[in-house]
């Protein structure tokens, strides 16, 4: 092969990787408002169940089959599946329980510093190194979610805790990805996170799906504690579209990942940002205040300027190489 058709097969396989990112910030972001819209009436477990089962079988009957066959459920690195499927599990959790209670805008602002964290994770699990830059962009986006938990003040808000949680556990699954990514099928990573989802789900169904003390507690514990029931015609589609999300979304997402660098396709993710600002005025009536977009403007600004930075040391390095 030529470095023309090398250099024609990266750039192919780049524009694929950045559709395959919008296609899944866009299921992601229909996935977030609907669960948002059946938290009031739902247990959480019940519906990622319903979900996750809805989204494997798309796996089983879609891709898989557009990606080969059975044969791609084998692997040898089962137990790297296993812990990146629960950091998944803890990602999705922690950010549903947040979702039920906060504006929609403000939970997705907070889960975007999980490409900072990605940053710190890197250099204390891989490896990595990290310049001054890059840790001072760390810095800048956690001030940015300080600022909107507004600590010191009436409007303290300890819930904005779980979102960080879930950007971290989001964090650690992308580390995790790139340790598996180069061996491992994006139909692979799909399959076991969503065996992840319904096993957990299972699990905590069989503990609390009773209802037996729904009521008790906070607030934001009715959405684990609520008991299950057979939901009505009416929601089965809005059950549809979470788990089109989740199976079509948890796929190209992976293939975003393998197919172009973290640096181009990763940017994008932050569509989602916009996207939740419209949606939560549209169906919720949600605004951010002026400090919530004060925190957002930081933490989204130091996430893309870490990307910026990454794309130009990238470039610098090939530019060495090609001199060499």
């Known amino acids: 092969m030529t470095n023309a058709d090398t250099t024609q097969a990266t750039n192919r396989n780049t524009l694929y990787g950045a559709l395959s990112v919008l296609i899944a910030v866009l299921f992601f972001s229909m996935n977030d408002t609907s669960i948002k819209f059946l938290s009031g009436g739902y247990a959480l477990h019940q519906i990622v169940l319903i979900r996750s089962v809805i989204g494997l079988g798309i796996v089983l009957a879609i891709l898989m089959p557009m990606e080969g ?24 959790m922690t950010f549903f329980i947040a979702l039920a209670v906060l504006p929609l805008a403000d939970a997705i602002a907070v889960f ?56 971290a556990a989001y964090a650690m699954l992308h580390v995790l990805t790139r340790k598996i990514g180069v061996t ?36 934001i514990v009715h959405f684990l504690l609520r008991a ?64 919530a977009w004060l925190g957002i403007t930081l933490i989204i600004g130091a996430g893309l300027y870490v990307f910026w930075r990454e794309t130009v040391n990238n470039v610098r390095l090939k530019r060495r190489s090609i001199r060499r």
Not at 138 to 154: D, H, K, S, Y
Not at 196 to 205: L, Q
Not at 252 to 281: D, N, T
């Open 228 to 291: 299950w029931y057979m939901p009505p015609l009416s929601d089965w589609w809005i059950f549809g579209i979470i788990g089109l999300a989740s199976g079509f979304g948890g796929y190209f997402i992976s293939q975003g990942y393998r197919l172009a660098e973290a640096s181009v396709v990763a940017p994008l993710e932050y569509v989602a940002m916009p996207v939740s600002v419209i949606a939560g005025l549209l169906i919720f009536d949600e605004w951010p205040d002026p400090v």
């Open 184 to 219: 491992e099928s994006a139909v692979t990573m799909t399959f076991y996170i969503q065996i992840s989802f319904i096993v957990t789900c299972v699990i905590i169904g069989l503990a609390l799906g009773h209802g037996r003390w729904e009521g008790q507690g906070p607030e």
């Open 112 to 167: 975007f510093v999980s490409p900072l964290l990605i940053t710190a994770f890197s250099v204390m699990f891989l490896g990595e190194k990290a310049g001054i830059h890059r840790w001072s962009a760390v810095g800048i986006g956690l001030v940015g979610v300080v600022i909107m938990l507004r600590p010191g003040t009436e409007n303290f808000n300890l819930i904005m805790i779980l979102p960080l949680l879930s950007a």
């Open 69 to 92: 066959n059975w044969r791609l459920l084998k692997t040898k690195r089962l137990g790297l599946h296993l812990i990146r499927g629960m950091c998944v599990v803890l990602a999705n």
